[in-house]
């Protein structure tokens, strides 16, 4: 991707404005219908950055299109939704015969000030950039979401009461609670792309573990597998979890305590040459791991085989 400045969009009613849209009915929420909509036409990839989340449905599209989200591209071959967090680089370039239908809901963080989805919502994993791959909707599953959407526009563009906030929140909450049931379902019935990234990091991990190299290189982090599988730590470990019930991280421990017991039960060398040789810097650290994952201490396992 170009290296461009992203060009910065603080409020709502900044983005409207810049759409040719009119002003918001709320400063700090509202939905945009994009049918027919065309992104601004340009040569060269445009790069922006929002200050307020979106959440976005794009189907029926025509014309050619490419997004980047972050550093990697993004899917937005079918019907999707699409989600991006404040501060988040989002870039595109179209040709002219892009059009496309659906819907853009926009949610400044002053809206949820003061409500638990303020905290929670960090939570949703696919608000973040390694989530590269879009979530596709089932017609039951857009259902779903449409209702929930429609709520919140009556919502939106009915008079502004006490009651509100509260009802546009809970209704925001249900739409990211069902988007988190379907990208696990989404993980689940993409079976055979998914098993290949398990093969990718079994082989990875393996390899990491085989070369005798943990001493000097240390511990693989969940963000440097990750990365050498092309996918961000988050989506891997979404994945993973649906998949084998097990995070990133747990995987490389239960690797590690494996190579441990390997070492505890075919070698002589001491706890303390163990540890540094599978790249702790304390030994007390490994044996604390090692008693959390098999409760028991490395001597106690050692000679367990005695």
């Known amino acids: 991707m170009e290296n461009i400045r992203p060009y910065r969009i603080k409020t709502i009613s900044e983005y409207h404005k810049i ?47 490419s997004y980047s989200y972050g550093q990697q591209q993004y899917d937005f ?21 892009f059009t496309s239908s659906g819907w853009m809901l926009l949610i400044h963080p002053d809206f949820l000030w003061n409500t638990a989805l303020a905290k929670n919502i960090k939570q949703y994993e696919y608000f973040n950039y390694s989530v590269n791959e879009a ?47 379907f990208y696990n379902r989404q993980f689940l019935t993409q079976k055979k792309v ?7 990091l079994e082989e990875l991990l393996m390899n990491c573990f085989n070369e005798e190299s943990l001493a000097e290189n240390g511990i693989p982090t969940v963000q440097n597998v990750a990365e050498k599988l092309n996918i961000s730590p988050n989506y891997l470990s979404g994945l ?22 390997e ?19 304390y030994p007390q650290t490994f044996g604390n791991l090692f008693k959390k994952k098999t409760n028991l201490s490395p001597l106690e396992f050692r000679q367990s085989f005695n």
């Open 263 to 281: 070492k505890l039960s075919t070698t002589e060398l001491s706890i303390s040459e163990i540890a540094f040789e599978l790249g702790f810097e």
């Open 135 to 181: 979530l596709h909707l089932s017609e039951k599953e857009e259902t779903i979401v449409e209702n929930l959407i429609q709520n919140i526009c009556q919502e939106c563009n009915t008079n502004i009461d006490k009651f509100s906030e509260t009802i546009i929140v809970n209704q925001i909450e249900t739409l990211l609670n069902y988007s988190d049931r």
């Open 77 to 97: 071959d079918e019907g999707i939704l699409f989600f991006m967090a404040p501060n988040q680089v989002f870039s595109f370039v179209a040709d002219d015969d």
């Open 19 to 65: 759409l040719g849209l009119l002003k918001p009915e709320h400063p700090l929420v509202s939905l945009i219908n994009l049918d027919n909509f065309k992104p601004v036409e340009s040569d060269s990839r445009i790069s922006v950055i929002f200050d307020f989340y979106i959440i976005s449905l794009k189907r029926n599209s025509t014309g050619n299109i």
């Open 194 to 200: 998914n098993h290949q990234i398990l093969n990718r």
């Open 240 to 261: 993973l979890k649906a998949l084998t019930g097990k995070s990133t991280q747990e995987h490389i421990q239960n690797k590690l305590i494996d190579k441990a017991k």
